[in-house]
């Protein structure tokens, strides 16, 4: 029978080197934008968010650029380090997209240190 | 964070029987989700609760009910497990609700046999 598993996309970095993590989104209405890190065994951690009336925002090592031309988002780690391995995602909400429920979460990108 | 717990982190159980699962914030966030998380899926919201009593459905809600007597505690019961229900449950607070950052708890990995 066939085999499910996990296809994440996949990045491999250089340790040191900067990584991007890109993200495309559909909802033009959307107007918020959050970056998440999910370690092996562990819940989703907050990195860095950014709202529409912004194009880019820094944080420690990570810097978040949002092109709402395009629909995209990305996001970038610098001088990338072994703690940096995980899967990352992003998420997105729009006003359309009522009250408590309003984000929608992407698939995720693993992100893979090599020494 | 928003000083998430949640309990059992690891459970076994068998087709049919209930199942509950407690979430417990320390911040006083207004809401609270319940999601989970599969290969090939990402997160999915099942449902979530915007105060005291107040619930909703999310996308994948049936077979699942939750409840919120205090703003502090979200318990999610699975009535009567079945297979496709294994899975790794994530709770969430949020102080604003949907347009806001929701921290999340350590996860609960649930396998129904």
């Known amino acids: 029978g066939e085999s499910v598993g996990l296809h994440l996309p996949t990045l491999s970095v250089q340790e040191g080197d900067n990584s991007i993590i890109n993200c495309a989104y559909s909802?033009?209405?959307?107007?918020?934008f959050i970056w998440y890190k999910q370690e092996s065994g562990k819940g989703p951690q907050f990195i860095i968010d950014?709202?529409?009336?912004?194009d880019k925002r820094q944080g420690q090592r990570v810097t978040v650029l949002l092109n709402k031309t395009v629909k995209h988002l990305s996001l970038q780690i610098a001088a990338t380090q072994p703690g940096d391995s995980a899967v990352y995602f992003c998420?997105?909400?729009?006003?359309?997209?009522?009250?408590?429920?309003?984000?929608?979460f992407g698939k995720g990108t693993h992100l893979i240190i090599q020494p | 964070d928003a000083g998430i717990t949640q309990s059992p982190r690891h459970k076994v159980t068998e087709t049919g029987t209930p199942v509950t699962l407690r979430c417990h914030q320390t911040e006083n966030h207004r809401y609270m989700y319940w999601y989970r998380q599969d290969p090939g899926h990402g997160l999915r919201l099942i449902h979530y609760s915007y105060g005291v009593k107040d619930t909703d459905k999310g996308e994948v809600s049936d077979g699942y009910s939750v409840s919120r007597s205090k703003t502090e505690d979200f318990l999610l019961t699975l009535e009567s497990a079945t297979s496709s229900q294994t899975s790794v449950y994530f709770c969430?607070?949020?102080?604003?609700?949907?347009?806001?950052?929701?921290?999340f708890g350590p996860g609960t990995r649930l396998t129904v046999l």
């Open positions: 909802n033009s209405a959307s107007d918020y």
């Open positions: 998420a997105e909400s729009s006003r359309s997209g009522g009250g408590a429920d309003g984000l929608t």
């Open positions: 950014i709202r529409s009336n912004m």
């Open positions: 969430a607070a949020s102080l604003a609700g949907g347009r806001d950052t929701q921290y």
